[in-house]
């Protein structure tokens, strides 16, 4: 298994671009979710979804948005590109809602490290 | 307003000595506590997760506790190697519904050969 993979690994965006992030796992998991990890802020979550169809906003949805048509794939799109979207930002799947049952864990993919300048 | 706090941003240990992390929260009544382990340049990797019932969980050389009454958590690595260089982050699982992680910033730990 690949587990969860992400493309791009570095991009670089001017202002008032678009471009979509995207986020792939193998492990047929319902949950999957995207993160994004700032100096001193700690991962935020941005869009989660529970399931093919599914979506919803976590904390810092505002710029970003999600679809998840398939229980493989759920890529971010970033609208009108801010330089304080300059970030790295990780997706992630889990069997369970944030992992809360003890079998449950969460995978992250290797990140996105987007710049815009 | 709801916080987590790890207690330093980084942390220097002679090899061979227990490594110990802290994670204090505040307005948060968590139902589940997580670790991670996050190396430069990749994703958190998952470690342990103790429930609040729970006082101590252990993995190999790691180990966790959870004092809802102190509303903190502490990350023990005993007999701590160089590999053991990362940043660990903790993680909140609220019990109000919200099943949402909430993350802390991380402590940077560095093993001193």
């Known amino acids: 298994n690949a587990g969860v993979t992400q493309t791009p690994k570095f991009q670089v965006l001017k202002t008032g671009q678009s471009m979509t992030l995207q986020c792939a796992q193998d492990?047929?998991?319902?949950?999957m979710s995207w993160y994004r990890q700032d100096p001193g802020m700690g991962l935020r979550l941005i869009h989660y979804?529970?399931?093919?169809?599914?979506?919803d906003q976590g904390e810092v949805p505002n710029g970003y948005n999600v679809s998840r048509s398939t229980t493989e794939d759920f890529p971010l799109r970033l609208l009108s590109a801010a330089p304080s979207q300059t970030s790295v930002y990780f997706c992630?799947?889990?069997?369970?809602?944030?992992?809360?049952?003890?079998?449950?864990?969460?995978?992250f993919g290797p990140g996105t490290r987007l710049t815009v300048l | 307003s709801q916080k987590i706090e790890q207690n330093s941003e980084a942390l220097n240990i002679q090899e061979g000595k227990t490594a110990t992390l802290t994670c204090n929260y505040t307005?948060?009544?968590?139902?589940?506590l997580q670790w991670y382990r996050q190396d430069p340049g990749r994703g958190p990797v998952f470690l342990l997760l103790?429930?609040?019932?729970?006082k101590e969980k252990r993995k190999e050389r790691l180990k966790v506790t959870f004092d809802t009454t102190l509303k903190q958590s502490l990350f023990h690595i005993t007999a701590s190697q160089p590999a053991d260089s990362a940043t660990y982050l903790c993680?909140?699982?609220?019990?109000?519904?919200?099943?949402?992680?909430?993350f802390g910033t991380g402590t940077r730990l560095t093993i001193i050969p």
């Open positions: 993680a909140l699982i609220s019990n109000f519904g919200n099943e949402k992680l909430t």
């Open positions: 307005n948060y009544s968590p139902a589940y």
């Open positions: 979804s529970v399931g093919a169809g599914i979506t």
């Open positions: 103790i429930r609040e019932n729970e």
């Open positions: 992630a799947s889990s069997t369970g809602l944030a992992g809360i049952a003890s079998t449950d864990t969460q995978y």
């Open positions: 492990m047929n998991h319902e949950y």
